[in-house]
């Protein structure tokens, strides 16, 4: 098992926090209304079900917060978020990364067929995905999660990057133009069915 | 049995009892009995002595690639050519962490200290591989790094062992206790700055450079007060004037097909650079401390590949530099590549060894094993280049500029010899370098600084079609000729070790760990480990036995099966 102490960590954490929640003044009471309103696309507590929505439960604190900053700056254009980011404060940006990177990754159960598992794996040799994302590609800080991210808004968000439309990491936007539409159709639905 | 208190704390802890009770966990560990060792006298902790004597030491491994110097060269010979097809495993340790593993271990009177991915580290009793503590850094949440949560171990200085961290901190651990002393910001992760290597330690200096050079960072080297963990001084390796002389050679002679024409009027349009021009400095420097000067490599300028935004030669990136000791001023450098657009920095920790001039000369040498593939010789007195060698890898259209489709070119990005360690042979007048052999297209795109977000100013990609191979190569340094060279499965990366038993240590992405008679390049002994073995070797001596120890636990930045063993080697009874 990968990262095993980091998950009793996790563990002893979602407990303290519950137990603190209780007894003591809720830590995100300042964005809880606010919060309501992102799970109606992002699904309760980050954890979306739906392909067109990111999963945020247990995506990385400072990706979303960055993320959340570059909307706002229009970095990362986005007809939805653009707005919705551009009503956010940083603080509020900051508490509400906070509590969707506490929240637990939900199971998303996706499958890819053996031959563009193979086409999608060869992206991510190409690309030396893991150098970045890790090698359980669930990134860390600054580098998003990819594993188990829906395969829609991957390849969405990707063909973005592509197409010149998200514009807040070059470095990512040159590597992706790299490959065509089917060799990012491809790694999506690899990097979603991803499992260890 | 000996009970020695002061202040209420033990001073003197030695490995066997009290030891273990720390690892229970006993917190008034001040009132157990504790155990002194006698086998290495009263070697407590580590004294300046002990680290100016290190070279010929055959009990520790004091400092991460040995010795001051950084030869890489351990003395002993209970381990040799006619016995090495009998080292066996004498433990595994298992560590936390299951991820890229660069960690060289070091040992101080039979305990070892090793470090994993994310700043965990362990104090092992190097004779069994048994647990006495272990400290896990408390992550920041921001963290910038480039090429996987690496960490390359501790240095150990009197009663402490400090640490970089992934966040850009130096710690300062009690190496008895593993309990955090102090804690210090070296620089700040949002801007991309962070650490991976471990700190050299010398006459109560901490010294330490930076990671960042894919950020836009201004590189640095600094040095701490290992007390009281205070900043004493900053060499910038960016200078504010870091134009350079406009030099069209690399240092091989190669023409590196720069337009200086244009790189001229933009100087005239954007102004000097240096503020986010990278030049990180991330492997150890070797101290010579008879003049009391360090020596180390700079990397890459920001952003990697995009050059027409950073005009000039990009002092001091792709340099090898020498400062003084006492003030951080420079006092000679030597650039390899000017203006360089293919992130081969020079990163390979320099080493100090005599050397033979072009007039028969023997003077103080530094060698560097280039990202180009080339080992470098270097007059000490003045940094000036007395020789390269023949290339140990395949070049093909080496600096053919970077293109928007890919241009394609050997070696690639990750270079000839990577961040990994050379050792050497005095004796034979050897260095042996591991080498990478993978064919990469360069990628540029126009691009401005993306305030510490990671800035390539293009993209490395690896062509999957062609095959990729590493070698092990000896390098007769007086003559610049190759010795010997064998080739291996997959691209080299981690490091390597030479011993007086005639051998030379290292390990492959396969998961082999490998011994090689050094004169011949001879295959003696081999283990299959159960990941990649991607971290340099150590060696010491524990009651009468000689030890090697690697770390097995794969490495990101190629993608090689991570694991999280420590593993030591003796020979069997």
């Not at chain 2, 209970?78 to 016995?83: G, K, L």
């Not at chain 2, 406009?246 to 100087?267: F, P, Q």
Request: with cysteine; net charge negative.
């Amino acid at each position: 098992m990968r990262y095993s102490n980091f998950k009793h960590l996790i563990l002893i954490t979602t407990l303290l926090f519950t137990g603190y929640a209780v007894a003591e003044e809720d830590k995100y009471s300042p964005v809880r209304e606010k919060l309501e309103t992102c799970f109606a696309c992002h699904g309760q507590n980050g954890a979306s079900s739906m392909g067109a929505f990111p999963i945020l439960a247990g995506q990385e604190f400072y990706y979303m917060y960055v993320q959340l900053k570059d909307m706002k700056k229009g970095l990362r254009e986005s007809a939805v978020m653009g707005p919705i980011a551009a009503s956010l404060e940083k603080s509020e940006m900051k508490l509400m990364a906070e509590f969707f990177s506490k929240q637990a990754w939900p199971e998303t159960n996706y499958t890819v067929e053996a031959e563009q598992a193979t086409a999608g794996k060869r992206v991510v040799g190409a690309g030396q995905c893991v150098a970045c994302h890790l090698g359980d590609l669930r990134g860390n800080s600054r580098v998003p999660r990819l594993a188990n991210q829906h395969p829609d808004y991957l390849l969405a968000t990707m063909l973005d990057f592509k197409n010149g439309v998200r514009k807040n990491s070059p470095a990512v936007a040159t590597l992706l133009k790299t490959f065509s539409e089917q060799e990012l159709k491809d790694v999506s639905d690899y990097l979603s069915s991803y499992s260890e | 049995m000996l009970k020695q208190k002061e202040g209420g704390r033990a001073t003197f802890v030695k490995v066997g009892l009290a030891s273990l009770m720390m690892a229970i966990g006993s917190s008034a560990f001040a009132d157990e009995e504790i155990e002194r060792g006698t086998l290495f006298g009263d070697m407590q902790t580590v004294t300046q002595d002990m680290l100016d004597k290190s070279a010929g030491d055959s009990n520790n491994f004091l400092h991460t690639n040995g010795n001051y110097e950084q030869t890489r060269f351990y003395p002993a010979e209970q381990i040799n050519t006619d016995n090495v097809h009998n080292l066996e495993k004498a433990w595994t340790f298992k560590m936390d962490v299951v991820d890229s593993l660069e960690t060289s271990p070091i040992v101080v009177n039979g305990t070892m200290y090793v470090t994993s991915s994310f700043n965990h580290v362990y104090a092992l009793d190097a004779k069994t591989g048994k647990a006495k503590w272990h400290y896990q850094h408390e992550m920041g949440p921001i963290t910038t790094y480039c090429c996987g949560p690496n960490n390359r171990g501790v240095a150990a200085y009197e009663d402490m062992l400090f640490m970089g961290t992934l966040d850009a901190k130096l710690v300062a651990l009690d190496a008895k206790t593993g309990k955090k002393v102090w804690e210090t910001e070296i620089a700040d992760p949002e801007l991309g700055y962070s650490e991976t290597m471990a700190p050299t330690i010398v006459n109560g200096k901490v010294l330490i450079g930076t990671n960042g050079g894919e950020y836009g960072i201004r590189g640095f080297v600094k040095a701490f007060d290992a007390k009281t963990g205070k900043l004493l001084w900053t060499f910038n390796s960016i200078p504010e004037n870091s134009v350079g002389v406009w030099a069209e050679n690399d240092a091989t002679g190669l023409y590196m097909h720069r337009d200086i024409k244009a790189e001229k009027a933009a100087l005239k349009k954007l102004g000097d650079p240096y503020k986010t021009l990278g030049g990180g400095v991330w492997q150890n420097m070797a101290i010579d401390r008879d003049s009391n000067r360090a020596y180390f490599v700079v990397g890459n300028p920001s952003p990697d590949l995009y050059g027409a935004i950073r005009p000039g030669d990009n002092l001091y990136t792709n340099s090898l530099v020498s400062v003084d000791l006492e003030t951080g001023e420079k006092i000679c450098h030597f650039q390899y590549i000017a203006h360089d657009v293919w992130d081969l920095d020079a990163v390979s920790p320099p080493i100090l060894v005599p050397v033979t001039n072009d007039d028969g000369q023997t003077v103080k040498g530094v060698l560097h094993g280039g990202k180009t593939g080339y080992v470098y010789v270097h007059d000490a007195g003045d940094c000036s280049l007395i020789r390269h060698s023949e290339p140990m890898v395949m070049q093909r259209d080496r600096w053919v500029l970077p293109t928007k489709e890919g241009a394609s070119m050997l070696p690639g990005a990750n270079g000839g010899v990577e961040w990994s360690p050379m050792a050497t042979d005095p004796g034979q007048g050897l260095a042996f370098a591991i080498n990478l052999h993978q064919p990469m297209t360069y990628h540029v795109e126009e691009t401005p600084y993306p305030d510490g977000k990671l800035w390539l100013g293009g993209a490395f990609k690896v062509i999957p079609t062609e095959e990729q191979w590493g070698n092990v190569t000896a390098v007769d340094y007086n003559t610049g000729k190759i010795k010997w060279k064998v080739k291996t499965q997959h691209p080299m990366i981690g490091g390597i070790l030479a011993t007086g038993g005639g051998l030379v240590f290292t390990g492959e992405g396969n998961g082999l760990f490998k011994a090689y008679n050094s004169s011949t390049g001879e295959l003696m002994w081999q283990d299959q480990t159960n990941a990649g073995v991607n971290a340099p070797p150590s060696s010491y001596n524990v009651a009468g036995d000689q030890f090697i120890v690697v770390g097995s636990g794969g490495n990101a930045q190629l993608d090689y099966k991570r694991g999280n063993e420590i593993i030591a080697y003796k020979l069997a009874k």
